[in-house]
C-alpha cells in the first residue's frame, strides 16, 4: 500500500480534479511516499519524493485528467521506472520485480501534510529541476524517457538528512532497496516507462 502524503496545494489540486484517494486510518502504514506540486514554465509540475531514499519522480505538465487519476498514475509510474532503473533481464528477475512493486502499490491511501525533513529535499530537487530547465535545455522534458532522464540528474546527487553522518545517493539507495525485494514468485507483464504516458494527451 502507498501512503501518499500531500501538500496543501497538491491535495487542492486533486481535490479540484475530483480525485478521491481515501485517507489513511494509521499514518504509520504504508510504503511512505510525499508529493508536492510546484509551476514550472507556467506548467503544473508535481514531485513526489520517497521517504526512506528520497528517490524523486517528477510528473511534467500535469493537466486536469492526471489528477483526477493521480493513484493510477502514480502507481503505474512507480513500478515503470523501478523496472527500468533496475535494468534486470527478462522474463524471469524483471518479472519478479515488477510483481513486488505492483504488490507494493496495490492500493494507496493519502494524508495531508509534509514532514518538514522531506519538504526540504522536495524543495531542493525543484531548485534543481527549474535551473536544469531554464539554463540548460530551456523547455520542460517533452517524453517520459526525458523525464526520467532529468530524474535520474536530480537523483544521482548527494543528499543528507539530519541526524546523519554521512551523505548519501537517493538512486542508489532506491535500487538497492528494490533489489531487495527480489523473491521467487509468480511473472508479471514487462512495463515500458513509456506506456505510462498514455491517455495524458502529450
Known sequence: MIHLHTSKIFNDDLIKAGCRIPPAENKNDGWHWYAH?????????VIVMEEASR????????????????????????VAEASDLCDLPHPGPN???????????????FSQGLGRSVHAHIRHVAREMELHV?????????????????GLRINDT???RKGDKDYFVPVKIWRDSLMALLTPQAGSNV?????????RGK
Not at 191 to 199: H, Q, S
Open 37 to 45: 506540486r510546484i509551476t514550472l514554465m507556467r506548467k503544473k509540475c
Open 55 to 78: 528517490y524523486a519522480l517528477l510528473f511534467v505538465g500535469m493537466k486536469k485528467l492526471d489528477f483526477a487519476q493521480f493513484e493510477k498514475e502514480l502507481s503505474y509510474r512507480i
Open 95 to 109: 518479472e519478479q520485480l515488477i510483481a513486488a512493486v505492483e504488490q507494493k502499490c496495490s492500493s494507496v491511501v
Open 134 to 150: 531554464k539554463f540548460h535545455i530551456d523547455r520542460l522534458p517533452e517524453s517520459a524517457d526525458e523525464e526520467f532522464a532529468l
Open 158 to 160: 548527494y543528499r543528507k
Open 191 to 199: 512495463v515500458n516507462l513509456d506506456d505510462y504516458r498514455k491517455g
